[in-house]
């Protein structure tokens, strides 16, 4: 047996997630000082495409078919899964749903699964709920709104003005967990829970919905307007800007400095946080002042001219100007003020509240601050990035549950009220003596008095008179488990289970009694080999962190648990499972490789694989078992043959960070491999990136001589940091050099491409700010910009014939080698063209993706077959419709596309 081997799912038909948001954000820096368009360049000429391309925004404009049957090709499992549920009547039908691939359902308990996202409005999901009286029906608490389907989820459909900026009744990540019950007696009445602190009650099977329940707001500093930055959305920055008038009561000689009336919450310090002063003609930013988290109490900040230097941003877009700039601000002239903070803002959070900006006159000992904008609780002023204004979030509602005994009972596990009761179908709410964050609820089936509720790290507890007065649960719970659902057998209210999670590795607990004792049985049999956190198939390993749990209505000693990697089904009643997880792709695939009969693809979470069968079953190269210094993201892989073996070398960023970036090398076809950082940076890179940190995502080898490779990170360089930039290799990728001279723009994602007539032609594709094509004709030594109608580039290819193909905002082609460009597209929206490929032997056949930066499912696939005269959406049924990689294998005449799962289809 091969030991390495995953097999194929048997469906004819990733992750994370990483925040898509953050690919279009604009560098800090430049969002917060004034721009002014580059100059264009040399030689550089854009003209439209001799017969201009029909626009891909109105369906009748390009040629679609619904006839595409892609099949789903990869392996299954790789990343988090958050939801889970039985069908109510079908035997062995299960459905499931992740954070990034949409939802899945299998028909024999897990053994298979397949996709099924045709309508489903956003791939991530986060709850999922049945209806026990029109079977067929299920709803998806999805991140762009609650979708329903009438058909075991083969179609979708969004449920009116559900969405996050409509009534807000959507799902999201770890604040979903069982956010829609379906009233057992009628299935026109359904509740939904909403991040927001809603729950809302439809009586016509979603169509419509009142509000039932609100949670009560918190209210603090009256008289000051509170900045909230970070825990808003993924983004590594936020902040605020508005216009300034100098107080005319101010002589301006008298003025010696400007500040603000603060107060901070006691945070730890964000990595920057600092005023930027702006004017006709000047900006100036101040020192860090990210010290000022650090305390809770009022104080009035006052910087003077020693506390600021010139805005370096604006040195480099304006240097004479920046060079006849006064060392002191001229503080009568500012007319805007910003103030902007960096760090990790998606994970952390820290809160301002201002008062006023102030004029300081007077002696330097005893300044007179004189107020020259003040703000209240309701104040609006520009913003952006990671930040919430005014008053703190309500919090969650994490669960809603309905009484099957008793319908009219209804409850719901809120984030600051605990478990809160309505006994007459939602009109009105009782608050609960409970612990004050609750994840999950339940009644017990046959006696509606008996309720069990989760609390996160406050554990698990039992009323038995409708709530009135509660009991912990601690026999046999561990106080380091932190409880997100519990659930009662149906037909037996003496089982009970309960599902969480400490740190990384997942609980499961029965009681046979009540819940007056627990057992811990968390360990399942592993399903597949080639899991790279798994040793070997068929041993028992330690549950990844649980997140839903489900019970067999036709058999309620059968039980199926979404998680993370290890989704895993029992039939005794919780005693031994065994991971089921095959076909349930979710892997985030960032490239894809043919030579010979074998195929090459890198993945995000999991590693570099390779199929001998085009894809019929999967072999693990690396890593083989958990590595610190190797598990995590790879992000390119090239294959070379040379000397009859195949050469493969892959880029890679690990999870602990320790190594922050390394190439992986097999010499021998991934029989054995080693790893490099020589050369390369050695610390994790920020400036200027395109996901907060540089990543090692480009990676190129000489046509002519596969001893030279390439590879771009994503970053510039900061004061002793070298960056990142473009990295060159002389002996087969085992030792890196940095290249002396780099293109303007660092901030990058695939943008790297060798001419193959002439491979000292390298082209390269900044994003944002000097973004543009550059090319080198003395492989890399200098660089000239050629193109740069378009700042916000993907993805570059260059043909065999050297013709060159850029995607970003549209799709871009020169014919002669950068010095004129033609647009090929018409897109009419905001996505962007990421996944280009063209035909070997057919050069006028074409693929594009057009991508959105979100879960959302607006994607497409393009192809053309007269140069982009024309074009036809052949996105079909794909069950992600974004990919960001396209490959065509000529010998198998397929395409195949990857990023969360790999699909291919006959072309």
């Not at 299954?76 to 459905?95: D, K, L, N």
């Not at 603090?220 to 936020?238: I, M, S, V």
């Not at 940190?693 to 771009?712: K, S, T, W």
Request: hydrophobic share 35%; net charge negative.
């Amino acid at each position: 047996m091969n030991t390495n081997k995953i097999h194929k799912t048997n469906s004819s038909l990733f992750r994370a997630a990483w925040p898509y948001l953050q690919l279009l954000c604009i560098p800090f820096f430049l969002v917060i000082s004034a721009c002014t368009a580059p100059e264009s360049p040399e030689h550089s000429e854009v003209t439209p495409v001799p017969h201009p391309t029909e626009s891909m925004e109105e369906p009748e404009e390009v040629t679609k078919s619904s006839s595409h049957e892609w099949e789903q090709t990869g392996w299954g499992g790789g990343g988090y899964y958050y939801a889970t549920a039985f069908h109510p009547t079908r035997e062995g039908v299960i459905y499931l749903a992740g954070d990034v691939a949409g939802v899945y359902k299998t028909e024999d308990y897990g053994q298979n699964w397949r996709m099924i996202n045709r309508g489903l409005a956003n791939y991530a999901v986060f709850s999922l709920a049945v209806d026990p009286t029109n079977p067929d029906t299920v709803y998806a608490a999805t991140q762009g709104g609650l979708c329903k389907s009438t058909d075991c989820g083969e179609t979708w459909e969004l449920l009116p003005k559900t969405g996050p900026k409509e009534l807000g009744i959507y799902g999201k990540k770890k604040k979903s967990i069982r956010s829609v019950a379906v009233d057992p007696s009628n299935g026109n009445i359904v509740y939904a829970a909403s991040p927001l602190g809603k729950v809302y009650k439809s009586t016509n099977g979603g169509q419509t919905w009142q509000e039932v329940y609100t949670l009560a707001g918190t209210s603090e500093n009256q008289d000051r307007l509170r900045l909230q930055f970070g825990k808003t959305n993924g983004d590594f920055y936020a902040g605020i800007w508005t216009p300034l008038s100098f107080p005319k009561s101010i002589n301006p000689e008298e003025a010696i400095g400007i500040g603000f009336n603060f107060k901070g919450d006691r945070s730890s310090a964000p990595k920057s946080f600092a005023l930027f002063i702006k004017g006709e003609g000047f900006s100036y930013r101040s020192r860090n002042l990210n010290e000022l988290f650090n305390d809770d109490q009022i104080q009035d900040v006052v910087l003077k001219a020693e506390d600021f230097v010139v805005d370096p941003d604006f040195v480099k877009k304006h240097p004479e100007k920046a060079a006849v700039l006064p060392a002191t601000p001229a503080w009568s002239a500012i007319n805007r003020i910003d103030l902007s903070c960096v760090g990790d803002l998606p994970r952390k959070q820290y809160v301002a509240n201002i008062a006023s900006f102030f004029i300081a006159t007077g002696p330097e000992e005893a300044p007179l601050l004189v107020p020259a904008l003040t703000f209240t609780p309701k104040s609006k002023v520009n913003s952006y990035g990671n930040l919430r204004m005014g008053s703190p979030a309500t919090g969650s509602i994490y669960s809603v549950a309905v009484s099957k005994e008793n319908p009219a009972w209804v409850a719901a596990a809120t984030h600051n009220h605990g478990v809160v009761l309505s006994k007459d179908h939602g009109e009105t709410w009782e608050a609960l003596p409970t612990p004050t964050t609750a994840s999950n609820l339940c009644f017990d089936p046959q006696d509606p008095n008996t309720l069990y509720a989760t609390f996160f790290s406050a554990g698990l507890w039992k009323s038995t008179d409708a709530g009135q007065t509660w009991t912990q649960l601690t026999n046999g719970i561990s106080n380091k488990v932190s409880l997100l659902e519990v659930a009662v057998n149906p037909e037996n209210s003496q089982d009970v289970y309960a599902i969480g999670s400490h740190n990384w590795n997942g609980a499961f607990l029965k009681s046979t009694d009540g819940g007056q004792s627990w057992i811990n049985s968390s360990k399942t049999k592993a399903d597949y080999e080639a899991n790279p956190t798994l040793p070997n198939a068929g041993e028992f390993v330690s549950m990844s962190t649980i997140t839903n749990i489900s019970i067999d209505p036709h058999n309620p000693q059968q039980l199926f648990v979404s998680a993370n990697w290890r989704c895993s089904f029992s039939k005794d009643g919780g005693i031994s499972w065994e991971e089921r997880i095959k076909g349930a792709d979710i892997s985030c695939v960032t490239d894809i490789q043919f030579l010979g009969d074998n195929t090459y693809v890198s993945v995000m979470d999991e590693g570099t694989l390779m199929s001998d069968n085009h894809g019929e079953s999967w072999k693990q190269l690396w890593p083989l078992k958990y590595s610190g210094s190797l598990s995590g993201h790879n992000w390119r892989v090239r294959v070379t043959h040379i000397d009859g073996v195949d050469r493969i070398i892959s880029t890679a960023s690990p999870w602990d960070g320790k190594v922050p970036q390394l190439v992986v090398v097999s010499e021998d076809g991934g029989k054995s491999y080693q790893t490099t950082t020589q050369g390369l940076p050695d610390y994790r890179i920020s400036a200027n990136t395109m996901w907060g940190r540089g990543y090692p995502r480009a990676l190129e080898v000489d046509p002519r001589n596969p001893q030279i490779v390439y590879m771009g990170i994503d970053g510039d360089p900061t004061p002793g940091k070298m960056g990142g930039g473009l990295f060159k290799s002389i002996d087969g990728g085992h030792s890196w050099t940095q290249l002396k001279n780099q293109p303007k723009s660092r901030r990058m994602y695939y943008g790297l491409s060798i001419d193959p007539t002439e491979s000292q032609r390298i082209y390269w594709a900044g994003f944002g700010k000097n973004g543009g094509v550059y090319k080198s004709e003395d492989a890399g030594e200098s660089w000239k910009l050629v193109f740069d109608k378009d700042q916000h580039l993907f993805n570059l290819l260059t043909t065999a014939d050297g013709t060159v193909y850029a995607g970003g905002k549209q799709l871009y082609r020169s014919r002669d080698h950068g010095q004129t460009w033609e647009t090929m597209t018409d897109l009419k929206d905001k996505r962007s063209i990421v996944g280009i490929e063209v035909h070997p032997d057919a050069p006028n056949t074409l693929w594009i993706s057009a991508n959105v930066w979100s879960h959302d499912a607006k994607g497409a696939i393009y192809k053309t077959t007269d140069g982009g005269n024309t074009w036809s959406d052949i996105t079909g049924n794909i069950p992600f419709n974004h990919p960001q990689v396209l490959r065509y294998n000529p010998a198998t005449q397929e395409l195949w596309a990857g990023y969360v799962g790999i699909y291919k289809i006959k072309q």
